[in-house]
């Protein structure tokens, strides 16, 4: 097996008195994706933050390709290869597709004593880089970011991210916010990230999404790393089951039967149905 | 369990793949109606068309005279030099009102220096475009250091710098209204009459267009400026050095206008503590018409144009229509309202723009 691209050793991150994560170890490697999976609060968003250099980690250390690194920002972060896509695609909704793609390194080619944007070259390259993943709607540089879909944004920002060479992606809830179709089409960029030779890291609470396109699983409870285990070693009920901290559905179900056993077998009505 | 929730999703995989690989014609560039109609200076430009034709319908021969065009392409020369600079830190996401100060304490700068003084008038210019620029650098920096929205930073460097004009004026030369003799060519240069009627200042606006132009356009700069409005925080993980540009753009507002309050000295041959103020609402007035989000991130040097045009064209053309002159504000004030409208309309329309054919292609 390859050594780890991305190692995380006893990562550990307080606000203040509060802790959020605790003794977290991780490792993703080239061409692999690791699933980060966990309810709402269970510390996935601090985590990201302090891979994508938002937050340094109080703790513990990161190594990248071996070798220990602290990312001073963000930017630093994303020119050690560390590209972060969010939910939102973290792009410009009144820029066009082609600006969009190349904020903060636009091409310019010389006119007399200026550089001026290369505003053809942009939209080609970006045009290009999006129908690769897929995206074959968007065919026009010049059309805003705003008109396009959720799916899109997200692509859209994986292009940009991959174009620049990213050598770890991290995808923050991506199919969150999308319908079934476009969900799918963002999990089939993902492998083809995967394809490329990129560790993805997919921060996600959707468990068949995960199953789809992981290859390494973690689970995070309140701020803890639960689980670790790699693909076929656990079913989707078992997932399921531990990100919720498994005993509150188990509590529901006895609190069901209870009921039942109680009432002559008939189940709770919408109506009577009093849980404590 | 897993295995067949990865076969399937492989299943969706290839149908995808097919979609994908369907040739698609790459779009023609070629200017349409449509393209037009979705420029986001749609909105100012139908407003301009407007009101010019009703002035040209109330205002009679005289409206559309030589003079007549002179007497508002005068007064949009002015605003507009303002109005440009102001119109690109409201797209990066900034106000800035201390305009209205600054302008008339660089006037009373170089009427000060100059006149009062009697030092050589090179001196009086480059102190009063300076004296515009250190007020843009502090607003700059206030905002980049506190954080604070730009709207409160410059009403304080507003008062301060109103405040400060008049108690230095006072205290060098014990009046608030200095009198200035320019030499030949500074005043040719600056602030002179063509043909009687005509300002140079008109061609001074023309330059700044075409700089402010090249700047939003076809510079690098225009994508900073825009992505920053649009999101300040991802353009500066993209690596825009967002606090250097904001403290530019304050700059640049600063030096413009100091230019108009210094070539207005020289023009009128006398400063005024008080000159200046309506500069601050006529100009952000203006950029708003002229289709800039308030919020930042999207608008166009055109725009600002037409909006400049349209805002002169209502001030001065009342004046040339049978109507009491107390009722341009009403017009502008409706304008302006109706130009947001509008221009809000013309933004979805480019914002839920799809192209058709492709809509056809799919399955």
Request: hydrophobic share 50%; with cysteine; charged share 15%.
């Amino acid at each position: 097996m390859t050594p780890p691209l991305l190692k995380l050793a006893g990562i550990n991150k307080s606000f203040g008195p509060i802790d959020i994560l605790h003794d977290i170890n991780l490792e993703v490697r080239r061409g692999e994706v690791l699933c980060l999976l966990g309810d709402n609060g269970a510390g996935k968003s601090t985590l990201i933050k302090v891979l994508s250099g938002v937050h340094r980690p109080t703790t513990g250390s990161v190594e990248l390709d071996g070798k220990a690194v602290a990312f001073e920002s963000p930017r630093d972060a994303s020119n050690h290869g560390i590209a972060t896509v969010h939910q939102s695609g973290g792009t410009f909704p009144l820029m066009s597709v082609g600006r969009c793609f190349f904020v903060g390194a636009e091409p310019t080619k010389r006119w007399g004593p200026f550089a001026i944007f290369d505003r053809k070259t942009a939209n080609e390259i970006a045009v290009r880089e999006t129908r690769q993943l897929g995206i074959t709607r968007i065919d026009d540089g010049n059309r805003l970011v705003g008109g396009l879909s959720g799916g899109e944004r997200q692509a859209l920002a994986i292009a940009r991210a991959v174009y620049f060479g990213a050598s770890v992606l991290i995808l923050d809830e991506p199919t969150a916010a999308l319908g079934v179709k476009e969900a799918a089409h963002v999990l089939r960029i993902i492998l083809q990230a995967r394809q490329k030779g990129i560790a993805v890291i997919f921060i996600t609470h959707n468990v068949v999404h995960a199953l789809t396109v992981g290859d390494h699983f973690a689970v995070l409870i309140k701020g803890a790393k639960a689980a670790d285990f790699r693909k076929g070693d656990k079913s989707r009920e078992e997932i399921t089951d531990l990100m919720a901290g498994g005993e509150h559905m188990a509590q529901l179900e006895a609190e069901i039967e209870k009921y039942m056993a109680s009432h002559d077998g008939h189940p709770p009505g919408s109506n009577s149905l009093q849980l404590n | 369990m897993t295995s067949k929730v990865l076969d399937q999703s492989t299943k969706a995989i290839s149908q995808t793949d097919q979609e994908a690989i369907a040739p698609v014609t790459p779009q023609s560039s070629a200017p349409s109606l449509g393209a037009l109609i979705r420029r986001p200076e749609m909105g100012s430009f139908i407003g301009m068309i407007a009101v010019f034709a009703f002035f040209s319908v109330f205002g009679g021969s005289n409206f559309m005279s030589l003079g007549g065009a002179a007497s508002w392409l005068n007064v949009a020369s002015e605003l507009g030099i303002v109005a440009l600079p102001v119109g690109l830190l409201m797209i990066a996401g900034y106000l800035d009102l201390s305009v209205g100060s600054v302008l008339p304490a660089s006037s009373m700068t170089i009427a000060i220096l100059a006149g009062h003084f009697h030092l050589p008038i090179i001196v009086g210019i480059l102190a009063s475009l300076g004296f515009g620029l250190a007020i843009g650098f502090i607003n700059g920096v206030l905002v980049v250091r506190t954080k604070l929205p730009s709207f409160v930073v410059t009403l304080a460097t507003l008062f301060a710098v109103a405040g400060l004009t008049l108690g230095l004026s006072v205290i060098l030369t014990g009046s608030t209204s200095v009198a200035l003799r320019s030499a030949p060519a500074a005043k040719l240069l600056l602030g002179d009459y063509i043909g009687g009627k005509f300002q140079v200042s008109i061609f001074w606006w023309i330059a700044v267009m075409a700089g402010v132009g090249f700047l939003l356009n076809f510079s690098r700069y225009g994508n900073w400026i825009l992505a920053m409005g649009g999101d300040s925080i991802s353009a500066r993980n993209a690596g825009i050095p967002t606090d250097r540009l904001t403290i530019a753009l304050f700059m640049a507002s600063g030096m413009c206008a100091a230019f108009v309050g210094m070539s207005q000295a020289i023009l009128y041959n006398s400063a005024q503590v008080a000159a200046g103020q309506s500069f601050i609402f006529n100009s952000i007035i203006a950029v708003v018409i002229g289709g800039v989000l308030l919020t930042g991130g999207y608008g166009s040097v055109v725009g600002i144009v037409l909006g400049t045009l349209t805002f002169s064209i209502v001030s001065q053309g009342i004046f040339y229509t049978g109507f009491d002159a107390n009722w341009a504000s009403l017009i502008i004030g409706v304008l302006l309202l109706l130009a947001v409208l509008m221009n809000n309309t013309f933004r979805t329309m480019a914002l839920t723009y799809a192209p058709r054919k492709n809509a056809k292609a799919r399955p």
